[in-house]
């Protein structure tokens, strides 16, 4: 009814599940690492928990896409069952034939057994999802339990997964489910979103509808919204919904407290917003959130750095392996104009420190001066304690020092926040000729970029009328890292040392998996190939020395 109002294609607020409204965030992609950890766990039970509407379905539709071709999942959604019934269900959704006269445990044990043995004898592995597991009785429970001695010398047969809602965790925690409770070999409790992460949520939502105009619910609104809604996705849903309903009602094109608690009032039956505890400091720094959903992004912040130092990796030659060719115009890395060449030497980056903000001058989009990408790739350089040298691009440069130059045609703010590191942007200001600019920090309404040496601040609404998603920012080499992405023994072994420290719950799984959920855990395309993309992330994850953009305070 409203969608033509606010310029959308479609509702945005649907409870419905909907796969293109998909959204994930760090909590998210940490409970879908657990469940594809669990399935290299041989056997057991692996436990998912959360309040209702937290997004635990949201999860399992995640995991159901990311599931190896060799395992083979039942899933059963209905668990109000009784033991015979239960038996009889999971041997439907594994197409198990049992004798038409079955009455007994027994009767459907058999061969579901002779079953989970042939799968494992091909080198195969079967899965059993059962969602809203709360429901289960205790034995049932017990009968799950049971169907997890089905094993060989090697391992057991049979892996389970239940999700429910918290009540279920209580239940595992009885005495007479102990047994049961020692089987968890990964559990995780979903919580819900954040401050910050509700309104990047929201804004998600609504560019998938189709908004190009400004996000219609204030900041104000927003944080109302968390509030009433304790960041339950469900919730929010039902609220926005019936807040801009009532927005049009009224012909209100920017949606503030007051229609928010007006909506709740109407959907949750609200006198007094229940108002949510402050949250750690640390979170709120998780504002800068909302500057990466200006474009879409769904990443999270990674405020926190490990301290320990890693030493200078092995030089690596200059390729067209280790430089990603692209289209834009900052792919062409100009030459240096005019520099004394300088010996090889280690790269000691420039620490990053705040800049006060009062010391930076904002500058606005239509005054933005001109900017060249050989001056940005310079002050790239100059970041990782580099000189140009006069006659070398600035990726050679890199390169001699044991570094890569990664160029991107596409990319968004919530990339860059999670990468944390200085960045060469392409602007496009509509009206003036192209230009690019230094990306050097960001914070929750502006990025400080570099022209000229010197610092500015322009607003993140601004930056997005002009970038179009080019980037190009520099990274350390791993050792035995081999151009074209080789697997090295070298490389594999550093892989391994880093995917440990990362994800020490997960150091007895194969190398690829373990990869596959770092890569979830960080928002990436959960792919096992190592590109610089990932490897960035792992050197963050591991503490490297490298350049980091500045979060300057508001």
């Known amino acids: 009814m409203y969608a033509d109002f606010f310029g959308l294609k479609q509702a945005p607020f649907s409870i419905a599940p ?36 937290a997004g635990k379905t949201t999860v399992c539709r995640c995991f159901l896409e990311q599931v190896p071709a060799h395992c083979q999942v039942a899933y059963i959604f209905n668990p109000k069952l009784s033991v015979l019934e239960l038996l009889r269900t999971v041997c439907d959704e594994f197409h ?12 459907y044990v058999d061969p579901l057994n002779t079953f989970l043995l042939g799968l494992h004898a091909t080198g195969r592995n079967a899965v059993l999802i059962i969602d809203e597991a709360q429901n289960l009785s205790a034995d049932v429970l017990e009968q799950l339990r049971l169907l997890t001695n089905l094993e060989t010398n090697e391992r057991k047969l049979l892996q389970i997964i239940l999700i429910g809602q918290p009540e279920l965790r209580n239940m595992l925690a009885r005495p007479e489910l102990e047994q049961l409770a ?18 990047q949520y929201i804004q998600h939502r609504l560019r998938v509808a189709g908004l190009a105009t400004p996000v219609p619910f204030t900041p104000a609104a927003v944080r109302r919204i968390h509030q009433i809604t304790r960041g339950v996705p469900r919730r929010i849903n039902l609220l926005c919904d019936r807040a801009m309903l009532g927005a049009y009602a009224t012909g ?3 949606i503030g407290p007051d229609i928010v608690i007006q909506a709740a009032r109407e959907v949750f039956d609200h006198n007094r917003p229940a108002i949510e505890p402050s949250r750690r400091r640390a979170q709120a720094l998780g504002m800068a959130l909302l500057a990466s959903a200006l474009l879409g992004a769904g990443l999270l912040w990674a405020w926190q750095r490990a301290q320990t130092p890693a030493g200078i990796t092995a030089k690596a030659p200059a390729s067209a392996a280790t430089r990603p060719m692209q289209a834009s115009p900052v792919a062409s890395v100009p030459d240096a104009s005019a520099s004394t060449a300088s010996p090889a030497r280690p790269v000691t980056p420039v620490p990053s420190a705040p800049i006060p903000l009062s010391q ?3 500058v606005h989009l239509a005054d933005l001066p001109g900017g060249n990408a050989r001056a940005a790739w310079d002050g790239l350089l100059r970041h990782w304690s580099l000189a140009p040298v006069n006659g070398e691009s600035a990726c050679d440069t890199a390169a001699h020092h044991g570094l890569g130059c990664h160029l991107a045609p596409s990319g968004s703010l919530g990339l860059l926040a999670s990468l944390d590191r200085p ?3 392409t602007l496009h200001p509509p009206g003036q000729p192209d230009t690019a600019v230094l990306l050097t920090g960001l914070d929750a309404t502006d990025a400080t970029v570099e022209l000229g040496g010197q610092p500015h601040r322009l607003a993140l609404g601004e930056l997005a009328l002009a970038w179009q998603g080019e980037f190009g920012v520099l990274w350390r080499l791993p050792a035995g890292y081999a151009p074209g992405g080789a697997r090295t023994p ?19 799984s194969p190398l690829n998996t373990r990869l596959r959920a770092f890569q979830i855990r960080h928002g990436l395309k959960p792919d096992a190939r190592v590109g610089p993309v990932t490897l960035m992330q792992l050197n963050r994850a591991a503490g490297a020395v490298e350049p980091t953009l500045s979060h300057p305070e508001p």
């Open 360 to 362: 930076v001058p904002t």
């Open 182 to 199: 020692q089987r968890v070999i990964a559990r995780f409790h979903l919580e819900a979103l954040s401050e910050p992460e509700t309104g």
């Open 18 to 53: 909907d796969p293109h409204y998909l959204f994930m965030s760090e909590r998210h992609r940490e409970a879908l690492a657990h469940l594809l950890y669990g399935l290299d766990g041989g056997g057991g039970f692996v436990l998912l928990t959360g309040e209702i509407g």
């Open 423 to 425: 960045a060469v942007l």
């Open 490 to 508: 070298a490389f594999n072994q550093w892989l391994d040392a880093q995917l440990t420290a990362a994800l020490p719950a997960a150091a007895s």
């Open 96 to 107: 198990v034939e049992v004798p038409a006269a079955a009455r007994t445990v027994k009767d």
């Open 252 to 254: 209100t094109r920017a």
